[in-house]
């Protein structure tokens, strides 16, 4: 499950009278319900080897900051956890300022109910800027990286 579907699920919920949807696929759950008007989206693991608590997103911004004074392409983080710039820390990071990565390319590790989750390149580009630190938490929608395609 990526970004563009849980985005799909919060239109679709906008658009209908529904208060909420479940869906699961692949051991992975996600449930988006309307709570006084705002859309909440909640993420856990069908098997987990405890009790999941379920992990709260903030409703998509479509606002579009998707360009900064860069006029680079926003690479957004796809959910709620910890940003690492590598798999571990005596190793180098996976991308740098001026690397050009590929579409496919892992870019960072997202940390999320202690699941890592590779964010990888959507496009192929030169990467001109890293708007976050290492080992920082990040929030679903915020910008990670900028890229020039």
């Known amino acids: 499950m990526n970004t563009k579907d849980i985005e799909q699920l919060i239109e679709l919920l906008e658009k209908s009278s529904i208060s909420e949807i479940e869906f699961a696929t692949w051991g992975k759950k996600i449930r988006v319900s309307r709570h006084a008007g705002n859309v909440v989206a909640q993420g856990s693991a069908v098997n987990s080897t405890g009790p999941a608590a379920p992990e709260a997103l903030p409703a998509a911004d479509n606002s ?3 360009e900064s004074s860069l006029q680079g392409i926003a690479v957004k983080s796809p959910m709620v956890g910890t940003f690492y710039r590598s798999p571990s820390p ?11 990565v590929r579409k496919g390319d892992t870019l960072c590790i ?3 109910m202690k699941i890592m989750n590779e964010v990888e390149a959507e496009m192929s580009g030169v990467i001109l800027d890293i708007q976050i630190e290492n080992a920082q938490p990040v929030e679903y929608g915020q910008t990670l990286f900028l890229i020039e395609p």
Do not use: L, N
């Open 90 to 100: 005596e190793v180098d990071p996976f991308i740098k300022v001026g690397d050009h």
């Open 64 to 66: 579009g900051e998707t």
């Open 110 to 112: 997202i940390e999320a």
